[in-house]
């Protein structure tokens, strides 16, 4: 007589595949993972303008060396200035943190701004990307404020000055204040525009380039967020800036309104928005697209 296979049950006992975390229940990992490759890619490009803004906001450079490099607001100056005295590869001082701070502050900012998109919906259309802006990025800079004070401080050095040799823990926590002020405000107003102008784009359009609307979108947001923030960025720089001398945002805003008015609060601006265009534009369309690998991965699956 014939024995009875019992299908189910052996197929049961097969050992089960490797479960890879391309699927739905691995929301966070995908998020993570697209946010700090987004990060790493627009850091690669945007170093550059950052630097250049750093030496601008802080007079040069904050050393002995500070008459060398002048006090011009001028990029092309200041770029050629560096280039001539420090080489090429000073405009990508920092980098390495750059990257290592993307691991932890993108990872979080973006996974933590998506989940409260979804859970603030309720909210409308205005305030929900506003709030979750803001409270996602004030969680992720009172974290990583410690990587954005020393990435600072490397910026603004000279030459092959050692940061580590005259550290001290406590300087960890310099500028943190400056930096909410400035990042909250930026957050919040980026996703707010970012969002309605996707939006108004989405809909006036017959062309579904999703990658196209969210790289015009995340440009056009970084700048109106840059030039609303832009007195902040100049404290929260002239703060964490190598040698600085004063750590307090009301006496850094006296000193700058003695030294140059109302001017000195818009150092930078030009690089900054050079760097904060494309910075923005190549990072949430990286973000987007790897997500929806990783949703397309999971479905073909």
């Given amino acids: 007589m014939d024995e009875i296979i019992d299908y189910e049950k052996?197929?049961?006992?097969?050992?089960?595949?490797?479960?890879?975390?391309?699927?739905?229940?691995?929301?966070?990992?995908?998020?993570?993972?697209?946010a700090t490759v987004g990060a790493c890619i627009t850091s690669l490009f945007t170093t550059p303008f950052d630097v250049v803004k750093n030496r601008i906001q802080v007079g040069g450079v904050t050393s002995t060396n500070l008459k060398a490099y002048g006090n011009s607001y001028s990029s092309t100056q200041t770029l050629s200035t560096l280039i001539r005295k420090e080489g090429l590869k000073s405009l990508w001082r920092g980098l390495p943190i750059s990257c290592f701070l993307q691991v932890p502050s993108s990872g979080i900012y973006?996974?933590?701004?998506?989940?409260?998109?979804?859970?603030?919906?309720?909210?409308?259309?205005?305030?929900?990307?506003?709030?979750?802006?803001?409270?996602?990025?004030?969680v992720t800079v009172t974290v990583c404020s410690p990587i954005e004070y020393l990435r600072t401080n490397i910026q603004t050095s000279v030459g092959?000055?050692?940061?580590?040799?005259?550290?001290?823990?406590?300087?960890?926590?310099?500028?943190?204040?400056?930096?909410?002020?400035?990042?909250?405000?930026?957050?919040?107003?980026?996703?707010?525009?970012?969002?309605?102008?996707?939006?108004?784009?989405?809909?006036?359009?017959?062309?579904?380039n999703i990658f196209l609307m969210n790289f015009i979108s995340g440009a056009f947001a970084g700048i109106m967020a840059a030039l609303c923030t832009q007195p902040f960025d100049?404290?929260?720089?002239?703060?964490?800036?190598?040698?600085?001398?004063?750590?307090?945002?009301?006496?850094?805003?006296?000193?700058?309104?003695?030294?140059?008015?109302?001017?000195?609060?818009?150092?930078?601006?030009?690089?900054?928005?050079?760097?904060?265009?494309?910075?923005?534009?190549?990072?949430?369309?990286?973000?987007?697209?790897?997500?929806?690998?990783?949703?397309?991965?999971?479905?073909?699956?």
């Fill in 10 to 34: 052996t197929i049961s006992s097969f050992p089960k595949p490797l479960q890879l975390p391309f699927n739905n229940n691995n929301i966070v990992f995908q998020q993570v993972t697209a």
């Fill in 110 to 138: 973006y996974a933590l701004y998506d989940h409260l998109k979804g859970k603030l919906e309720y909210l409308g259309p205005g305030i929900t990307p506003l709030l979750s802006g803001c409270i996602s990025r004030t």
């Fill in 160 to 208: 092959n000055t050692k940061i580590l040799r005259d550290f001290k823990v406590q300087q960890l926590a310099r500028g943190l204040v400056a930096t909410i002020w400035r990042d909250v405000p930026f957050s919040g107003i980026y996703w707010l525009t970012y969002e309605t102008f996707k939006r108004r784009l989405m809909l006036g359009s017959k062309d579904s």
């Fill in 234 to 301: 100049v404290i929260k720089t002239r703060i964490q800036a190598r040698n600085a001398k004063q750590y307090n945002m009301i006496e850094v805003s006296k000193t700058l309104l003695k030294e140059d008015g109302w001017k000195g609060f818009t150092r930078g601006l030009g690089p900054r928005c050079l760097k904060v265009a494309p910075a923005c534009a190549i990072m949430i369309s990286t973000y987007e697209v790897i997500k929806t690998l990783f949703q397309s991965n999971y479905t073909n699956n």
